[in-house]
């Protein structure tokens, strides 16, 4: 009989790792469930041991995929739309999973659904396939899906993710309309400035002194870009950078509604699925993707286990806005606490959009100011070289 390797949460909402017998990864998921384990990963003992100590490996895990591998929110949601409209046809996971290798609109997760389909017809978790790809789908998605998976209610779980990736890709959208115009300038700065060159010299040399600015600037960008990807995998670079996210002003609370939005919609479809409400808030907080809010977010299980109430022990973390507290608390009298989460998310998710929006025309108007004061400054540079020029012919 094979041995299986498991990552659960007990009750406690601690994490436990260990090995147990059974005939395929099902069963052994199923005796856990039974335990009172909330399983995270199974997989066969030995399987994939050589591939994680692999450099190769290594290498695409941690630094390649975070970097280029991916797919944007709107291939996600059709993904998902695509998959919630199976199941509630009446196709099992396993077809529905088959059909998007095939017929998926991202040639990305045509692939992702290929790999994970033998894990599927194993008898392994949708989430724990899932969960594989962490450069794919994130931690929020793949709650929502455990949730659905203890549930029974897939489709429900599945039909919330996509409505919020379609809010997502229109909240990207829109930020793309609010500073198409900076960016059109940002353009014109690189290229304009140095066209005096032209009429003075040669297009090769206009060429040579635009490109001499203009690379270096491009390619110490990639590479800040490139390491704070990767350093934002360590989990104390990830928690000090999400920290500093929150000093702006402006843009610090617009982070702070977006992550508190996310633990709302995951608390929500945890507590629906009956999930113990410590874990389901263990769960949601990790959901959140924000390390600092998340943490802090966490204080509430200790309150928990000790009787406090759930509106107490959020508010208490000092992280929740006061609305937070009083629809949670009406959410406790009447018994619909999964119904207040869900408005709380959107009512965070309309403002975290306004702050959105207010962001990208207070950044575009910065951003154009800053290249007037560099127009300016080359304008003036030019003058002054001319004045020196006749200055020196003159003399």
Not at 75 to 87: E, K, S, T
Not at 190 to 219: C, Q, R, W
Not at 271 to 282: A, C, F, H, N, R
């Amino acid at each position: 009989m094979p041995s299986f390797e498991y990552k659960a949460k007990n009750r406690a909402g601690d994490t436990v790792r260990g090995m147990a017998d059974g005939q395929d990864i099902r069963t052994v998921e199923r005796e856990l469930r039974e335990r009172g384990y909330f399983v995270l990963s199974i997989r066969e003992q030995g399987r994939g041991s050589a591939q994680w100590w692999n450099p190769l490996s290594l290498l695409m895990r941690y630094i390649l995929m975070p970097l280029f591998a991916g797919a944007s929110p709107m291939d996600l949601a059709v993904f998902f739309r695509q998959l919630a409209a199976m199941i509630k046809s009446g196709i099992s996971m396993v077809q529905a999973i088959d059909l998007l290798s095939q017929q998926g609109e991202s040639k990305r997760l045509r692939v992702v659904a290929h790999e994970i389909l033998p894990i599927l017809q194993d008898g392994g978790s949708l989430s724990g396939a899932l969960a594989r790809y962490p450069w794919m789908f994130s931690k929020l998605q793949i709650s929502i899906i455990r949730a659905g998976e203890l549930s029974g209610d897939m489709q429900g779980s599945t039909d919330r993710i996509a409505h919020y990736l379609e809010w997502e890709n229109s909240l990207r959208q829109t930020v793309k309309v609010a500073t198409i115009y900076p960016k059109i300038l940002v353009v014109g700065v690189i290229f304009l400035p140095k066209l005096y060159v032209v009429m003075t010299n040669d297009a090769a040399t206009y060429l040579h002194e635009t490109l001499s600015v203009f690379l270096p600037v491009v390619g110490s960008m990639l590479l800040i870009w490139a390491a704070y990807r990767v350093m934002n995998q360590i989990s104390f670079v990830r928690y000090a950078f999400d920290m500093l996210k929150l000093i702006p002003p402006k843009i610090g609370r617009m982070i702070k509604m977006l992550a508190l939005a996310k633990f709302y919609r995951s608390f929500s479809a945890m507590y629906m699925s009956g999930v113990p409400i410590s874990q389901g808030i263990q769960y949601a907080a990790e959901a959140c993707g924000n390390e600092y809010l998340s943490k802090n977010l966490l204080k509430a299980v200790p309150k928990l286990e000790r009787g406090v109430s759930i509106s107490d022990s959020l508010i208490q973390t000092k992280v929740l806005p006061s609305l937070a507290s009083d629809l949670l608390q009406t959410g406790r009298v009447t018994g619909n606490v999964d119904e207040m989460m869900n408005k709380l998310a959107e009512y965070t998710e309309n403002d975290a959009e306004v702050a959105v929006k207010q962001a990208a025309i207070i950044l575009g108007f910065l951003l154009l100011l800053c290249i007037g004061v560099y127009v300016g400054y080359v304008v003036i540079q030019f003058h002054m070289g001319r004045a020196d020029s006749i200055s020196s012919y003159g003399m």
